[in-house]
């Protein structure tokens, strides 16, 4: 609260009005509000910002913020909070870390303009660029955080976002220095040339390649940022008024601005007698741009970076011009901005001095040979992982399958291992937990699939990270789509590791690849719903600490679509009906590290209502959801095991000599291997495609790379572990060696991922809709 208290003080004079009437209109309109009148609202005024005036309130135990529209004459095209709480809207629905946006207000007799309320996030806000109240290591990783932030920014699809109508888009550049040379001439109060030339110089200098279009922030600096109490992560991003679609580049250049803009136009609030880059701990301006374009996954050479960055100080001279008309005018929200007036000449003329240097040249760098590239994050976390496997989890292989083969006749082969659970807790001290979930972990599908291919080079290492099958499935599902009831009661055992969950959709008795012929019903009967059938290949059943299965039925449902007709429930394994008739084997073997694959009978489970997920005939909407992210994990983890039946293959065909020379100089075995590493480099290609689709678009328009990846997958792995057999011979399928075990694994998702017909049959489909659309055009 001491922060708090800083950054506000009482409402001021200018920007006062009815807190009673504002009380009323939350405590009927805002959820959670309290409506005690014995809780007093308490309205205080944030003290920076210079446009839109901000407030925090608080009635009881919710805290809000209140953003508004200043009173009196404005600016035309200022102001427009409508689009602040438009874009955090569909930000917030990503995952993104903007505040939750909670009600808009057009009422203006409420406060006597339109206004939003957001949730208020609590963290850490810094004023000054030069951060220096945190360690050189510290504000080192907020600027990597600073630039992570802004390429997930500009990675978003628009479309995806449905903010196509958003902005102009192209001719962005030449529309800024048009916007704010008009800014500027209606709230000039004195001529200055300085300006005038600037604006000339823009207008004549307009980058040739001026039709990017991604989501421009606008105004992304750090002191419109709210980072993490503890650690260096963005949690959320503050002041949207100026955002639009439009050229990344104008961002990044005013983001960079620091760097670059001379210390008679300070306006990041930096302390003229300090140089920035010579603070220890600032990234060097090469490291910043290099990560801003590897998360972005970008390649390419900005040519035109004095236009950029004379265009930045020409937007916050203007910025600062509009700052004292407001303050004329009686109706500027900050509370210091009177200093203002004087940035504007200074800035002016600095970005005159970038203009008339020699044109140069900024290279976005990119590794060689590197398409799909790791967030700074996700290269930290991979090192983690290898060197967790390389320390722990490697040793610890002999002792695991040396347990479940002591124990393969005897109910203990259900029991996990001692040692898997030491692993287990140990990963969890190390951070190393729940990183398939981008919301938890802040990891993107891209760098989670370099982790996930790690882990599938051991059988049990998925496990040991809180990433295995399928209760990584079930938790994409009850993050995605389940309440909030759900989540505590479900979803937060299941990430802290407390139990696990088995998933029940595919059926003994119908051809399970239609999913539409699954018979088991789910029935309403009062306050709750039956459930009735069999399930069988319901995978993890067999794990005793296994509390919860997602069970897949049939609804009574009007709808004419046969898609409409399912939907999923939560059904506690320990409810009367719910009976575990067997486990099956695959080729031979238990699969009892994974919990096995069960036969599970429902006979007139009774579960409440409140157990249904997201709504009757809703089930394919969730399997689409589910499957898209979790069959991205499967294939990057079957990459992983064909990486080491390869390692295994050369191995032995090193070792091994017959008919007077080694295995691999018979010219088979060689191309064997040869075959293998194109085969391996050919699917992680494909599947990081797929990843960043999911990252970029969504899974939902990444259907076709999904779907072509759980083709390639399996069949390359069921092809090198099926090489690395022959090679080993007798050994290869016995249970000495990991070969026969893994083959059985890969080989079966060809059948547990959806069989590869009815994907082969999708992507055709896909394919000729795309075609057909190209032919339309020409």
Not at 84 to 112: H, M, N
Not at 538 to 557: D, P, Y
Not at 585 to 613: A, C, S
Request: charged fraction near 20%; include cysteine; hydrophobic fraction near 40%.
């Amino acid at each position: 609260m001491a922060a708090l208290e800083a950054d506000t003080s009482a409402v001021r004079d200018q920007h006062k009005f009815d807190e009673h009437k504002l009380c009323d209109y939350l405590s009927s309109h805002l959820p959670g509000f309290s409506t005690s009148p014995s809780d007093a609202l308490t309205v205080r005024q944030y003290r920076f910002g210079q446009s839109n005036p901000t407030f925090f309130l608080q009635k009881g135990q919710k805290n809000v913020v209140l953003r508004k529209k200043p009173h009196g004459s404005l600016l035309p095209g200022a102001h427009r909070i409508e689009r602040e709480y438009e874009v955090q809207k569909a930000l917030y629905s990503t995952g993104f870390p903007v505040p939750r946006p909670l009600l808009y207000c057009t009422d203006v007799t409420v406060i006597g303009t339109e206004f939003y309320v957001m949730e208020h996030v609590q963290g850490r806000i810094f004023r000054d660029v030069n951060l220096p109240e945190v360690s050189p290591a510290e504000r080192s990783a907020l600027y990597v955080a600073l630039a992570e932030t802004l390429a997930q920014l500009h990675s978003f699809n628009i479309h995806t976002l449905n903010l196509t109508g958003y902005g102009k888009g192209k001719g962005y550049c030449q529309r800024q220095v048009s916007t704010w040379k008009k800014q500027y001439d209606r709230a000039a109060h004195r001529d200055i040339p300085a300006m005038n030339q600037l604006a000339d110089w823009l207008i004549r200098n307009v980058p040739s390649n001026d039709n990017e279009e991604s989501l421009v922030h606008g105004d992304f600096r750090i002191e419109n940022m709210i980072f993490h109490p503890t650690e260096a992560r963005v949690i959320a991003v503050l002041d949207w008024e100026l955002s639009t679609i439009g050229h990344p580049t104008c961002d990044f250049a005013y983001f960079s601005a620091p760097y670059f803009i001379s210390q008679e136009g300070q306006f990041f609030r930096k302390p003229s007698n300090i140089s920035f880059t010579d603070i220890e701990g600032i990234p060097a301006f090469e490291d910043l741009i290099d990560i801003y374009t590897r998360c972005r996954g970008v390649a390419s050479q900005e040519h035109d970076w004095n236009f950029f960055l004379a265009l930045t100080c020409f937007k916050l001279a203007g910025i600062s011009q509009g700052i004292h008309a407001r303050l004329l005018l009686g109706n500027s929200s900050g509370e210091n901005a009177n200093t203002f007036i004087d940035f504007v000449q200074p800035l002016a003329e600095n970005g005159l001095r970038i203009a008339k240097r020699e044109k140069t040249a900024v290279v976005l760098p990119n590794s060689p040979g590197e398409l799909f590239l790791l967030s700074v994050k996700g290269r930290r976390v991979l090192q983690q992982v290898k060197q967790f496997m390389q320390q722990y989890i490697f040793p610890a292989q002999q002792e695991v399958l040396g347990y479940y083969n002591k124990h393969e006749n005897s109910p203990l082969r259900w029991k996990k291992p001692l040692v898997i659970e030491k692993l287990k807790e140990l990963a969890k001290a190390e951070g190393l937990w729940n990183l398939f979930l981008p919301a938890v972990s802040g990891l993107s599908q891209t760098d989670y699939a370099f982790i996930a291919e790690e882990t599938g080079k051991c059988f049990f290492a998925p496990e040991v990270f809180n990433c295995q099958a399928p209760d990584t499935g079930n938790m994409e599902v009850l993050h995605m789509y389940g309440t909030e009831e759900q989540k505590k009661q479900w979803l937060e055992p299941l990430l802290a590791g407390k139990i696990q969950s088995c998933f029940c959709m595919t059926e003994p008795d119908v051809a399970s690849s239609d999913a539409t012929n699954m018979e088991c019903s789910i029935k309403r009967d009062g306050d709750s719903y039956i459930v009735n059938g069999k399930k069988w290949w319901s995978s993890g059943a067999g794990n005793l600490n296994c509390k919860v299965a997602i069970v897949m039925g049939k609804t009574e449902n009007a709808s004419s679509s046969r898609y409409k007709n399912h939907s999923m429930i939560i059904v506690p394994m320990d409810t009367e009906g719910v009976e575990i008739i067997r486990a099956l084997k695959v080729f031979g073997y238990e699969d009892t590290p994974h919990g096995g694959h069960f036969e599970v009978h429902f006979r007139n489970v009774r579960v409440p209502l409140t157990n249904l997920i997201l709504g009757e005939g809703r089930g394919f909407e969730i399997a689409q959801g589910r499957l898209g992210p979790g069959r991205i994990h499967h294939c990057m983890r079957t990459i992983g095991a064909a990486e080491s039946a390869l390692q295994l293959m050369c191995a032995r065909a090193a070792q091994r000599t017959t008919f007077g020379k080694k295995l691999y100089h018979h010219e088979v075995v060689a191309h064997w291997i040869a075959e293998s590493r194109i085969a391996i480099e050919q699917a992680r290609l494909l599947t990081l495609r797929a990843a960043k689709a999911i990252d970029t678009v969504g899974s939902a328009r990444a259907r076709k790379e999904i779907a072509m990846i759980k083709v390639v997958a399996p069949r390359m792995a069921c092809q090198v572990a099926d090489r690395a057999i022959q090679v080993y011979g007798g050994a290869g399928v016995s249970q000495d060696f990991p070969l026969a075990f893994m083959y059985t694994a890969v080989r079966t998702l060809r059948i547990a991922d959806g069989p590869d017909e009815v994907h082969l049959s999708a992507i055709a489909k896909m394919e000729l809709m795309e075609q057909a659309k190209l032919l339309s055009k020409m």
